[in-house]
């Protein structure tokens, strides 16, 4: 949860050109424990992704904006988001989702950036299928990134938080 009505995920998780393009009905759970939901659900009233995921696929633009159709953040409580313009190698963070292996419940692993680039950072944090839009976060509850990419040549990875990006996200926020 990134705001009271908005969810943050991997691009790919809301549009994939070769599945048909955006996806036609979302249901968010902010939690679960195997069919408990402790929060309810959320469906999707609006997806939003970048141009060069939507056109292009370019992984470094892999994120995507859920609005939802009621305020559940404000039961669940929600994450920042945090850009930096220097290298993210040493950072300590946490990924935790929800990967499909686990039915619904929660995996989380903390470790290290490991490599960090203009748009992505990668970490030796175990990941599994269906965890894509986690959020790599610090122990104050800032995102740096969001999990996208499993067993690359430099270990899972994820779509970094950049001062565009923040930019983006915070559109999404009402004052």
């Known amino acids: 949860m990134y705001w009271k009505n908005i969810a943050v995920t991997s691009g790919h998780c809301i549009y994939n050109g070769d599945r048909g393009g955006w996806a036609t009905s979302i249901v968010v759970r902010p939690a679960a424990n195997g069919y408990f ?20 696929g370019d992984s470094g633009y892999d994120y995507g904006v859920i609005v939802l159709s009621n305020d559940i953040g404000n039961s669940t409580g929600w994450f920042g988001t945090i850009w930096r313009s220097w290298s993210l190698v040493g950072y300590n963070v946490t990924v935790a989702g929800y990967p499909g292996e686990c039915f619904r419940q929660m995996f989380k692993m903390s ?29 104050d509850g800032y995102v740096y990134a969001i999990h996208t990419t499993g067993e690359t040549l430099y270990g899972n990875g994820g779509a970094r938080i950049t001062k565009s990006l923040f930019r983006f996200l915070q559109s999404f926020r009402q004052t």
Do not use: F, M
Request: aromatic share 10%.
């Open 37 to 56: 939901c402790p929060y309810g659900t959320s469906n999707a009233t609006e997806l939003h992704s970048a141009k060069k995921w939507v056109n292009n």
């Open 111 to 139: 470790g290290q950036i490991s490599r960090s680039t203009t748009r992505k950072v990668y970490y030796q944090i175990d990941t599994t299928a269906g965890q894509s839009g986690s959020p790599v976060y610090n122990a």
